[in-house]
């Protein structure tokens, strides 16, 4: 009996996440509108909370994006807490809740669609290629020792 309970409550548990992100996660919430911040900080996405329809814009800094599109989790720069990886749908989100109702942001992030917005953003010039070079050098040299061991003879 105890059994049956906790599969239901798994159940509830992935039904209630598949509503929060909708069907197409972000993709679908593209159409609500993302764009370049003004002061060419990152992206602003505009969201509808899930929880109370209030309309949302999310900050999402270029570090954010770029740590996204390296495949590796972001820190919300306000808070300094990870985004959180969704293995299912393979992306993150942001960490912490809405304002308006205390729910889940109801934004996923896939590694493609960051990669999109900082092409879009060095095409802008609102981030530098220096800049985004000197990160992308970053993970390189971490993930270097694995590429020499692999290629050594
Ligand atoms: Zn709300």
Not at 28 to 54: F, I, P
Not at 58 to 64: A, F, Q, T
Not at 113 to 119: D, K, W
Request: charged share 20%; hydrophobic share 30%; proline share 5%.
């Amino acid at each position: 009996m105890n059994d049956g309970n906790h599969f239901d409550d798994v159940r509830d548990e992935v039904d209630g996440l598949s509503g929060i992100f909708g069907g197409d996660g972000l993709s679908s919430m593209q159409k609500v509108g993302a764009k370049l911040a003004q002061d060419g900080s990152g992206y602003v996405y505009s969201l509808r909370c899930q929880g109370c329809g209030t309309n949302l814009n999310v900050h999402v800094s270029w570090d954010e994006l770029i740590y996204c599109m390296a495949r590796k989790k972001p820190v919300d720069p306000t808070t300094g807490r990870e985004w959180v990886y969704d293995q299912a749908r393979g992306g993150v989100y942001p960490p912490g809740h809405t304002t308006c109702c205390n729910s889940p942001v109801p934004m996923l992030m896939t590694a493609q669609e960051a990669a999109q917005r900082v092409e879009a953003g060095l095409h802008a010039r609102k981030l530098s290629m220096g800049y985004f070079q000197k990160m992308m050098q970053r993970f390189q040299q971490q993930i270097m020792p694995v590429n020499m061991g692999r290629g050594h003879r």
